[in-house]
């Protein structure tokens, strides 16, 4: 099984032997992947008990949690890296989750939907309701995308938290990646989502 | 001469087969100072050891549990007590796992406890046992393993004060653990756990025919005392939800309550029959000191108050268990567990088990129990090669 574009990108930047924290690992894709190709010491958070089963299964060491409660308990600079891959949009303080992460990990990765791009705006616009796209596919009242953000909000908010951005890509529909310059508004249209790396005042 | 006074098991165990045992006459050291010697350790074992000898997963059993984990138990011929997670094909699976369960010290299915004979004096222990501790509990299985001529096992597995005895082997011998399932328990017993257990010993000791704990030598049994203390636990191991839908204010054996204190609602005939059935198999004075054990449990003590300490530089690998409605050890104290040992960089799985069958779930059918534990345990397996 191939690992998802998006998650395919994010391994890319993680460097062999690293200790990993992967926050809603999901069913532990991305931790498998790295521990067979680089040798990775992972460890997962994951909220919803069937996908902690799997991860379990699978040999991960998964802890069933919440990002929003949880990542307190973990020790400074505990990990190399931290990752929240399309999750920050549905936590329910994005700023201290991300706080969080950069405190834990030596560096952060940090994915998310844009909803900056075009055809968002542009069904919002014409359109008048609260968009849905492929990605983001729920009524405004069940969503559980409660802080959705721009590319150019994160950045703020990045910024805010005292955080560097190291390297930024934007990722299209298909999870295909290509560089971008965070803080260019071409990408804030442009692209469909994003993947940060970063770093906290360590 | 006086006529010897006539020595009476409390338990109808007396005679019943207990499995395997094995007497050592190396003495067990315990917390409180004092050695037991020799002390004999009564277990029993399921599936086959293999070659390498590292297919060994010890199994720890709760406060009223014994050996007798996964087959029919000699007093009330009822199955074991896990017979749902340990077996042929089951989570813990006896076609490829050697499985071994011991009584614990101060129980009464054999391994040596306050029912048995005191060498020295010829009579019951009684209430010169010494008090046991968790750690006790854990050396003398350790004792046992040596005899067994098993070095490592692949897992400990326990819930309750199973699942104590677990943290606790991960604490005490960490090279000897590959890996550890503690399910629905804590690193200290609480405060609210410590006021029920008074609440059971209060009552054995209550009673007339206690005598001070030497009930054997009168020929005498605490049963009324045990009882309520069975009694009163049993409401702590189920919760408000379940007791409500299994139960609710349904009246037993009749159409209308009785204006008397008979047992009007099926409740109160289920804790009865659960109090009644328990002193059959079970030793007042065992309870006493078993629970007492558990009150004493405080893992972090041992290590100047940090929980995390005790777990350091472990490489053993972790899965806790726990579920939404017990509140006997909730969550959140199995959690701390878990936090401790991230704090330590250790290898640590955590779920919840979305229930309402309160603590005792963990005995029950509780599918995604199984499956979590299955895969767990095979993953490991498969990691070390066994």
Redesign the interface.
Same mark, same amino acid.
């Given at each position: 099984m191939s690992l998802r574009p998006d998650l395919a990108a994010i391994a890319e930047m993680i460097p062999v032997g690293a200790?990993v924290l992967d926050v809603g690992c999901g069913d532990g894709a991305l931790l498998e992947h790295l521990a067979t190709t680089k040798q990775v010491d992972g460890?997962g958070i994951e909220l919803i008990?069937?996908k902690?089963?799997?991860?379990?299964?699978?040999?991960? %060491?998964?802890?069933?949690?919440d990002a929003d409660t949880d990542l307190i308990?973990? %020790?400074a600079a505990?990990f190399d890296i931290s990752i929240l891959s399309l999750t920050i949009q549905a936590t329910r303080n994005p700023s201290q989750v991300l706080g969080q992460l950069l405190r834990i990990g030596r560096r952060t990765i940090i994915s998310l939907p844009n909803f900056g791009h075009w055809r968002i705006r542009v069904s919002l616009l014409l359109g008048g309701r609260m968009p849905r796209t492929q990605a983001l596919d729920y009524e405004w009242y069940d969503t559980p995308n409660i802080h959705l953000c721009t590319i150019a909000d994160f950045v703020a908010l990045a910024k805010s938290n005292g955080a560097s951005i190291e390297r930024a890509l934007a990722l299209n529909e298909a999870g295909q990646t290509r560089a971008m310059r965070a803080e260019a508004w071409g990408p804030n249209i442009l692209a469909e989502g994003a993947i940060f790396l970063l770093h906290g005042r360590h | 001469m006086a006529e010897l006074p006539k020595f009476i098991r409390p338990v109808t165990a007396a005679d019943a087969e207990i499995g395997h045992a094995v007497t050592l006459d190396t003495p067990l050291t315990l917390d409180c100072g004092k050695t037991l010697s020799p002390i004999t350790i009564a277990y029993m074992t399921y599936g086959t050891l293999n070659a390498a000898r590292s297919n060994a997963v010890l199994i720890c059993h709760a406060l009223t549990g014994d050996q007798f984990a996964a087959s029919d138990h000699p007093v009330t011929g009822k199955p074991g007590w896990w017979e749902t997670m340990v077996g042929p094909g089951k989570p813990i699976d006896t076609d490829r796992f050697f499985v071994i369960c011991s009584n614990v010290v101060g129980g009464c299915m054999g391994t040596t406890g306050p029912a048995e004979t005191n060498p020295e004096t010829g009579k019951p222990y009684g209430l010169s046992f010494p008090v046991v501790t968790i750690r006790d509990m854990v050396r003398a299985q350790a004792m046992l393993l040596d005899h067994l001529g098993i070095e490592k096992v692949l897992s400990v597995i326990g819930g309750s004060m199973g699942g104590m005895q677990v943290l606790q082997w991960a604490a005490s011998f960490p090279e000897r653990v590959v890996s550890a399932v503690p399910i629905a328990c804590a690193a200290r017993h609480s405060a609210q756990n410590i006021a029920f257990h008074e609440v059971g010993r209060q009552a054995i000791m209550a009673d007339p025919d206690w005598k001070n704990g030497t009930y054997q030598l009168h020929g005498t049994m605490p049963a009324k005392g045990l009882a309520v203390a069975r009694m009163a636990a049993h409401i702590t191991y189920l919760s408000e939800a379940a007791l409500q839908r299994k139960f609710g204010r349904n009246l037993q054996n009749r159409e209308q309550i009785s204006f008397g204190f008979g047992p009007d609602f099926q409740i109160e005939s289920y804790l009865r029959h659960q109090g009644m059935t328990f002193v059959d198999r079970f030793d007042a004075n065992s309870y006493l000191y078993i629970t007492r054990a558990m009150d004493y449990f405080d893992l972090a003590a041992e290590q100047g108050g940090t929980l995390a300490e005790a777990f350091h530089g472990s490489k053993t @690998? =972790?899965?806790i268990v726990s579920f939404t409605s017990d509140w006997l050890f909730p969550t959140s104290e199995n959690?701390l567990v878990?936090?401790a040992l991230?704090?330590n960089?250790a290898?640590?799985? =955590?779920?919840?088990?979305?229930t309402d069958r309160g603590h005792d779930a963990f005995l029950l059918d509780e599918p995604?129990m199984f499956?979590?534990v @299955?895969? =767990?345990l095979?993953?490991?397996a498969?990691?070390v090669g066994a």
């Open positions: 200790r460890r008990q069937q902690v089963n799997a991860c379990v299964a699978r040999g991960l %060491p998964v802890m069933q949690g308990e973990y %020790p505990a | @690998r =972790f899965l959690k878990a936090h991230n704090a960089a290898t640590v799985s =955590f779920v919840e088990i979305e995604e499956t979590t @299955r895969g =767990f095979n993953a490991v498969n990691t």
